[in-house]
Every structure is written in C-alpha cells, then in structure tokens.
C-alpha cells in the first residue's frame, strides 16, 4: 500500500502542477489518470469526474448538484451511515487540510459497495485561498476480502488444532 501512497502524492504534485495553468489543464491531466478522481469547487459541489470515477461509483455524478462526494450512498468501515456532508471530502475543504488514512464503504444505484481509501486534498491559489478540492478514490475492497479470509483461516486451524482436545470436546 505504500507505493499506491507514493503514486497519489506524486499524481497530486503533477494535479497541482496543470491546475496553475488553468481548470482545463488540470482536467486534461485528471482525465489520463486511471485511477476514479473528481474535484470540487471551494463549496464541494462536484465540477468534474474522470471516466474511472464513473465506473466506480456506479453512477454519473450531476456537476454542479452533487456535493462533497460522487458515491450515491457512504458508509463507514463499521457500516455506520455516513453522510455526505461529513465524507473525507467535506472534512478536506472545511478545514483546508488533506486528509489521509481513512477508509469508507460507497454503496452504487445498484446496490453493490465498494471499500475505498480517498485521499481529499485542497487546492489553494497563489495566495493561500481555496478554490476547489481533488480527491482520488482507491478501491481497497480486494484487500479487506483478502484480510477477512485470512482472519476465516486463522480461526478455523484455531478450531482443527482443538479437535480432540478435552476443553474443545465439551463445546462441540
């Protein structure tokens, strides 16, 4: 996961870069990035989505309607609801800091949810104002799945190790 940290800082730099030669260039570089990104005006409302977004939220985000976030619902990693004006993005552009290290679950129109990392930074001019947000989503769900059977596993050569065990007899 560390690489994938190195490459977003790095597809960040070169974001900032293209947005100090105007919207469209920033779009231009967002739109060659294979990974799902939107950005924000300074008010969170979603001004542009690249293709790989759309594919992962499962749904076409309306520009200039949606706020803060592109998924049609967000849950935390516990599967707490969580809405939308309290997502990574929100907390990003509220408080003009990246944010980093979180995790969160998109539920698409379809019903099918997704794990994802975000990583919300804020995009400041010249002067230090904000003027907008990026935020690049990584799809973690194979990982977690990945993470939950080895946990399965664990357990259940916990469980053959016990067979024949007096203290394991008594339970079965």
């Not at 969580?82 to 997502?87: I, K, S």
């Not at 408080?95 to 980093?100: A, I, L, T, V």
Request: with cysteine; charged share 25%.
């Amino acid at each position: 996961m560390h690489s994938a940290l190195d490459a977003t800082d790095e597809m960040f730099r070169q974001a900032l870069g293209a947005y100090g030669q105007g919207r469209e260039a920033l779009y231009e570089a967002l739109r060659a990035v294979p990974a799902p990104i939107y950005v924000t005006d300074a008010e969170g409302w979603v001004i542009f989505a690249n293709e790989p977004c759309l594919k992962f939220s499962g749904r076409r985000p309306a520009i200039g309607k949606d706020r803060w976030c592109v998924t049609w619902k967000l849950y935390t990693e516990d599967g707490e609801f969580l809405p939308h004006d309290q997502c990574p993005m929100a907390t990003a552009i509220q408080e003009k800091r990246p944010n980093r290290g979180l995790q969160a679950v998109a539920e698409r129109p379809d019903g099918t949810r997704v794990t994802f990392m975000p990583f919300p930074t804020p995009l400041l001019d010249e002067q230090g104002e904000l003027v907008g947000a990026v935020n690049m989503l990584i799809d973690v769900t194979e990982i977690r799945q990945i993470e939950e059977l080895k946990r399965q596993a664990e357990h259940c050569r916990w469980l053959a190790r016990g067979i024949g065990d007096a203290s394991t007899k008594a339970t079965l």
